[in-house]
């Protein structure tokens, strides 16, 4: 496994599927990729509205929903003004 | 076993690796198509082809119908490049190589009336 | 298994992986599984612009099912090893 050990009690953005873009700390995961978030929230992006967070708590994300999993720069993160991101959601994926 | 096959053409996946270091056609997914030299496979049909060339078909307009939708085509190259199995539709060897097994099949069929006769 | 060993080889090198939904991310590729999960340190996407969304992040998991591409450093790619070691893979399959 391409381990994600190294992403545990870490902040993660998670990519779905489905294109829906999920931050959190990770809690733990499995050798499914199945993966546990706490203190998470939705990141709702639009292309003529600022990102809306959409708080989701405590989180099990299936690991065949699951695009990419990326480590954050908390600090890069914090500095970024969500409400000034215009774009379109990710687009999901199709076989 | 076939007797007329050509040798070493026993089932589909010989025909790819008779095409390795050739150039050859792939058809994707998603209204896309490949030419590449190919250097590897495995039974997923995974690749790995150089000097790239994609082609991909972009269908404007005509929103989910058969309206009059233009057709534009995207090319970019790539020198190396990974192609996952699952969107592969198919592998097209190049034409000589067809021709080659052929010819070596009416070959194997001229030889086999000959003894015949 | 063939190409699993062959992304193996390529560790620590600058690859672009192309994904089913169209994002394109380049880094650094620090590791691979057997399914082909890519790991990539200090990667980039491209068309930011339009893909802000990974702006804050520095390194990620890919699941191996959701690649459509992986764009390779061609100077890196051995091709005549490969073709030798498909041709022997090829031949340990129909002995099976």
Known sequence: MSSLQGYVDRPVLLVLQDGRAIVGTMAGFDQKSNVVLSDSKERVYSADEGVEEIPLGLYLVKGDQIVLIGELDEEKDRSVDLSTIRADPIPPIHY | MDATAAPGIQEPFDLIRLSLSERVFVKLRGDRELTGVLHAYDGHMNLILSDVEETILIVDGGEGGKTNGTVNLAKRKMAMLFVRGDGVILVRTSYDLLDAIDLCRRQKIVQKCAKLC | ?96
Do not use: W
Not at chain 3, 45 to 53: A, G, K, N, S, T
């Open chain 3, 1 to 96: 298994m063939l190409i699993f060993s062959v992304f193996k080889t390529l560790t620590d090198q600058r690859v672009t992986v192309e994904l089913k939904n169209d994002l394109s991310i380049t880094g650094t590729l620090k590791s691979v599984d057997q399914f082909l999960n890519i790991r990539l340190d200090g990667i980039k996407v491209l068309d930011e612009q339009r893909y802000p969304h990974m702006m804050a992040v520095k390194n990620c998991f890919i699941r191996g099912s959701v690649v459509r591409y992986v764009q390779l450093p061609a100077e890196h790619v051995d091709t005549q090893l490969l073709e030798d070691a498909t041709r022997r893979e090829a031949a340990n399959q129909t002995k099976r």
